[in-house]
């Protein structure tokens, strides 16, 4: 009976961290495109995006890759950092993978100081893997819901 139950617990833990395995991919991908938004280090940010790559936003119109370098990757990392994210629902395939989370951000003012705002929303990031390179970015999707008070 021991041994059996052994199995058990083995299996489960197998299975419970494969699916993990796939889901972390994701939340790998979009935490390493977050530091790099972090640091406000564009280069790094648009070696991660595919050159086909689109942002979109509530609050902004659909962006290519050269837009999103020139404007968004530009303005919004200073004013908006510690970018915090929770993944709640991805799906890797063969070549394409994609997340659906939560994230919060800290709001800054022009003089690079902290205010006591944060801004609080939802995301999708898609990722794909062309011609057998790393996975990048496709597309970003934010929607901010609100502004709140830090706690």
Do not use: C
Request: proline letters at 2%; aromatic letters at 14%.
């Amino acid at each position: 009976m021991n041994k059996f139950l052994l199995q058990v617990v083995f299996l489960t833990l197998y299975v419970f961290g494969f699916t993990q395995a796939q889901s972390s991919l994701t939340d790998l991908l979009t935490k390493q495109f977050h530091q790099a938004w972090n640091a406000e280090n564009i280069n790094e940010m648009v070696s991660q995006l595919q050159h086909d790559a689109f942002f979109e936003s509530t609050q902004q119109l659909r962006y290519g890759r050269d837009k999103m370098a020139a404007t968004i990757l530009k303005t919004n990392p200073p004013k908006y950092k510690v970018v915090s994210t929770k993944e709640i629902h991805s799906k890797v395939e063969d070549d394409i993978a994609w997340a659906i989370g939560e994230f919060t951000s800290d709001i800054y003012d022009e003089y690079g100081n902290k205010t006591k705002e944060q801004l609080k929303g939802t995301y999708t990031y898609v990722f794909t893997k062309k011609n057998k390179g790393d996975w990048k970015v496709q597309m970003l999707i934010y929607h901010e819901q609100e502004k709140t008070p830090k706690e």
